[in-house]
């Protein structure tokens, strides 16, 4: 209840405003978001590679209203794969892009270009790009344009949510790509997605065996230890070696756990978000946990 609460709230403008100008929610924001400047997301990077995690970077921002908006998105995108470019970090440091901020609502074409200048610059610096996914309107047009920019950036990742009902077909058709599979962050109905935790964690499942089964490149985006289990024996079953697949998990989120499966060898991607637009972003892993909602409260109340 409280969950579909702030997932409302996350997509309403009366509550953006209200929220964003409390003012000690930056330091609440800033346990989930790693600054403001690509300078930011650089320093941040350097430190989580230096602990040996690897990272995929996402510039906050989403459901631009003007093209304006989408071709600034993509401009800083490519500044700041020329910011990490000196690093050498090569696939160590990714990019992930959510549509929405180049365009895709206002002209898909126009977010097919935008994503194509990203991709060439991820490629120039030696690493890829991953496409995140949204709600479920948006899912058939990200899909095309994952396939059109797959014609000549046949690395570039999607992720796909668990929650949808359509998401086993997705997973048996991508199954020799880079696939993030993830539950699901949004608020959707139950004509199209599971509703329950138990029927979203079964279906999660259904998805991983598919993915882990397949030729492509499994990125396993969870913090859930029962899932992370369940990958290993599924990797064992299949005969899948450790870096034929990766853990994705959340900046700020179960940082122990990102150290310890790195330290036992395995490949674990954090990804780090950027930049001034992390309302959306924020409301979602408020959402996600209660407990973060309590220590939202209890920093308001300057405890
Ligand atoms: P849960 O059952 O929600 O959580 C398992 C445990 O993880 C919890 O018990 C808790 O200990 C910890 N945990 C989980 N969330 C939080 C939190 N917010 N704060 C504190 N602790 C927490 N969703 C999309 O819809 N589209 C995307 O493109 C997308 N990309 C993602 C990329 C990555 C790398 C990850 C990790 C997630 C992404 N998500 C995306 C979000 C995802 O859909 C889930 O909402 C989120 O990962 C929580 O689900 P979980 O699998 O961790 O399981």
């Not at 000196?86 to 206002?106: D, I, Y």
């Not at 060898?265 to 954090?270: D, P, S």
């Amino acid at each position: 209840m409280l969950g579909s609460l702030l997932l409302a709230a996350s997509r309403n403008p009366l509550a953006r405003r209200a929220v964003s100008a409390l003012p000690p929610t930056r330091r609440v924001v800033d346990r989930f978001v790693a600054g403001e400047s690509a300078g930011d997301a650089v320093t941040a990077v350097r430190r989580l590679t230096d602990a040996g995690l690897t990272v995929t970077i996402d510039h906050l921002g989403e459901e631009i209203r003007d093209t304006e908006a989408a071709a600034l998105t993509a401009k800083a995108y490519v500044s700041l794969l020329d910011a990490l470019a000196p690093l050498g970090l090569g696939r160590r440091a990714e990019v992930s892009v959510k549509l929405s901020a180049v365009g895709q609502a206002l002209d898909e074409p126009l977010a097919l270009e935008h994503a194509r200048r990203i991709c060439a610059a991820a490629r120039d610096c030696g690493t890829t790009v991953t496409l995140d996914m949204e709600d479920h309107t948006t899912v058939d047009s990200t899909l095309s344009i994952l396939r059109a920019l797959r014609e000549d950036f046949p690395d570039t990742g999607v992720a796909i949510q668990a929650y949808l009902f359509r998401s086993e077909e997705d997973c048996r058709d991508l199954s020799g790509s880079r696939v993030r599979l993830v539950k699901g962050a949004y608020r959707e109905p139950a004509s199209v997605a599971h509703q329950s935790k138990a029927e979203v964690d079964r279906a999660y499942v259904r998805c991983l065996r598919i993915l882990m089964a397949g030729t492509g490149y499994p990125m396993v985006g969870t913090h859930d230890d029962r899932l992370i289990a369940i990958t290993e024996t599924l990797a064992d079953r299949y005969g899948r070696s450790q870096d034929s697949y990766e853990y994705q998990m959340l900046y700020g989120i179960r940082t122990d756990k990102q150290e310890a499966l790195a330290g036992a060898g395995a490949t674990v991607r954090v990804y780090v978000p950027y930049g001034d637009d992390w309302y959306g972003y924020f409301m979602r892993r408020l959402a996600e946990r209660p407990a973060n909602v309590a220590f939202f409260l209890r920093s308001l109340r300057g405890k």
